[in-house]
């Protein structure tokens, strides 16, 4: 079963690759590298969660954020890959910033929810190293943002 095939199938849709809110792309490829821009946890052209986690946001809404995230990161990679992701070779690094109250510790277990995605999609190719991180606001008051480091295999000789 292809990766979006897996997804589909656990009930996840893989939504078209967002186009860029400002003066930036939304990835670049360098030696079969994708270098994935931030990428907000929009689901059908809203926001999944706003705020902070610990304040206005619980950690299961937030992790569910996190997976809305982790899905549209995968839509740019799909794109950065010409539409095939079996093109994916491992998927590198995720960071994941979550807003927090000043209080909230738990933002790896919201991460999880990323990595969760990946490893579903990709199996042993979307293991990869990861942060995750607390800050205080993140833009358009998102409660999650993640980019991404992803190898692919090369095309053609």
Do not use: W
Request: net charge negative; aromatic share 4%; with cysteine.
């Amino acid at each position: 079963m292809s990766a979006e095939e897996t997804l589909n199938a656990a009930g996840h849709v893989l939504p078209p690759a967002a186009a860029p809110a400002a003066n930036y792309v939304p990835f670049t490829v360098e030696n079969n590298i994708v270098y994935v821009s931030g990428q907000l946890p929009l689901k059908d052209g809203a926001l999944v969660a706003t705020g902070r986690v610990g304040e206005d946001v619980d950690a299961q809404l937030a992790t569910a954020a996190a997976e809305a995230c982790a899905l549209n990161v995968i839509a740019q990679v799909k794109a950065a890959a010409g539409g095939d992701l079996s093109r994916v070779k491992q998927v590198l690094k995720l960071g994941v910033f979550i807003s927090s109250s000043n209080d909230f510790t738990g933002q790896p277990a919201v991460a999880n929810g990323a990595s969760d995605i990946m490893v579903l999609a990709f199996g042993e190719a979307g293991k990869h190293a990861r942060f995750a991180v607390g800050t205080n606001v993140l833009p358009l008051n998102t409660s999650v943002e993640i980019d991404a480091v992803v190898a692919l295999h090369p095309t053609g000789p």
